[in-house]
């Protein structure tokens, strides 16, 4: 550093210590320059400390939150699943109180039974049901429904205390019917290959000018010996008229879609 300068620079230390020193004015001049040039930054570096403070106040708070939205969800999914328990519950006793009020209705000498299996090739065909032997069970005998006629026992599962029921669905199940109001009788059997939808009953061998219209009912004749007589099979959906005879198209009582209770009947009344 030139001489000159370095005794500028010692004039200007020795001025500014004087200054401070002896002139309370002159401090107070810089320390408002000071505060000045700082007081953006000053504010600045508070403004950041309150963000900060609020961003971990909104932190602890979200994970506060998250801790009770897992507890709420843990309670949600305990109270569905008692909800569902409740509903399987409702829905037993709704079963039980029809199984009670169709055996103090009917005539028939009935064994209360569940649906347990149905195979979805065979969902119109068979339904395998938790009664068997020891329950005086055997072939050929009728199964209803609160609703009507169901079908026919037509296998008995050997100490497995389980039955199959060949429904009504089934075009091998064929049921003597008359119509009411009217005199026609024919046989009323399921059809082959209806899947879509709720399956219609074929009810063959009607008289050629068979004076027939939809709504009415269809009932068993109770002949063959298998089905007692006047039990519900549906009722008259169409009438297609042939040159030798007449058939009718039956829409089933039934719910063969949802098959829960059923009753074989082990013998009629006197």
């Known amino acids: 550093m030139k001489p ?3 005794i500028a620079l010692l004039l200007f230390l020795g001025g500014a210590v004087w200054a ?3 002139s ?4 107070r001049e810089v320390q408002d320059v000071y505060f000045s040039a700082m007081a953006p930054f000053l504010k600045s570096g508070s403004q950041l400390e309150t963000y900060s403070r609020k961003f971990m106040e909104e932190t602890r708070h979200s994970k506060e939150l998250e801790v009770e939205l897992d507890t709420t969800r843990g309670e949600v999914g305990r109270l569905q699943i ?22 103090k209705a009917t005539h028939f000498d009935v064994v209360a039974a569940q649906v347990i299996r149905r195979q979805p090739t065979t969902w119109w065909q068979t339904v395998d049901i938790d009664a068997g032997e020891e329950h005086g069970i055997g072939t050929q005998l009728a199964v209803l429904s609160n609703e009507g006629l169901v079908g026919k ?24 019917a008359r119509v009411e109001g009217s005199p026609e009788v024919g046989i009323l059997s399921g059809q082959r290959g209806r899947f879509d939808g709720s399956p219609l009953l074929r009810l063959r061998f009607l008289s050629t000018d068979a004076d027939l219209h939809p709504g009415q009912r269809v ?4 002949r063959g010996g298998i089905f007692q007589a006047n039990i519900l099979l549906g009722t008259i959906d169409s009438v297609e008229k042939g040159a030798l005879d007449s058939e009718a198209l039956v829409r089933p009582s039934v719910n063969f879609a949802d098959l829960g209770t059923v009753f074989v009947v082990l013998s009629a009344d006197p």
Request: hydrophobic fraction near 35%.
């Open 4 to 6: 000159l300068n370095l």
């Open 82 to 103: 008692i909800e569902s328990r409740y509903r399987d519950l409702e829905r037993e006793n709704a079963q039980l109180r029809h199984a009670l009020d169709f055996k």
């Open 24 to 27: 309370d004015r002159a401090v």
């Open 20 to 22: 401070f020193t002896h």
């Open 153 to 176: 026992i037509d296998r008995i599962y050997q100490k497995q205390n389980r039955s199959s029921v060949l429904l009504l669905t089934d075009e091998k199940c064929q049921v003597s």
């Open 219 to 222: 009932f068993t004749t109770g």
